[in-house]
């Protein structure tokens, strides 16, 4: 059956877009979304990477919580530096954290996280990914940020993944 569907529920949403796309239920479209539900997933099997390993869910799950916070608490940091920069200019800084991260799903998750939290862009990884070039909206302490990222999100999601 995974040599069929080697994604069951990617299939199954592509076959409820299609009917949805379409408005129709007709028995050539069902047909025709059910096809495209089995080709489109093993067309792309090529494409999909290797799983990764994955430890202690029970981190992973607190880190999707402190992620989920931060972007909350961050948000609203930024609101407020834009909203009163009249007052004070933020003080946006490029800063080198260095990284023990090596394992490239756990990279590919940091960079996501930096993505996702208002304030701060990944703007560039060493070639040899000993550290990573990041673009701050407001930094008061520049040592005091390295740590905080690297308590904060490197340090679990390096147990969770390495």
């Known amino acids: 059956m995974n040599r069929l569907l080697p994604s ?25 979304g059910i096809l495209l539900a089995v080709a489109m997933p093993l067309l792309m099997l090529p494409l999909r990477p290797a799983a990764g390993p994955m430890r202690h869910p029970v ?46 799903h756990a990279l590919a998750a940091l960079a996501m996280i930096t993505a996702v939290i208002p304030g701060t862009v990944w703007s560039e990884l060493a070639p040899d990914r000993s550290a990573v070039l990041m673009h701050v909206f407001d930094l008061a302490d520049e040592a005091d940020f390295i740590h905080q990222f690297k308590t904060r999100y490197e340090f679990p999601l390096k147990e969770v993944f390495e």
Do not use: C, N, Y
């Open 59 to 104: 981190v992973l799950t607190r880190l999707v919580f402190r992620v989920g916070g931060d972007v909350v608490l961050s948000a609203l940091e930024v609101a407020r530096g834009v909203i009163f920069s009249h007052r004070r200019l933020p003080r946006s800084a490029f800063v080198v954290i260095p990284l023990e991260l090596r394992d490239e």
């Open 8 to 32: 069951p529920l990617t299939s199954a949403g592509l076959l409820v877009l299609w009917l949805l796309l379409s408005r129709s239920f007709t028995p050539g479209q069902i047909l025709l």
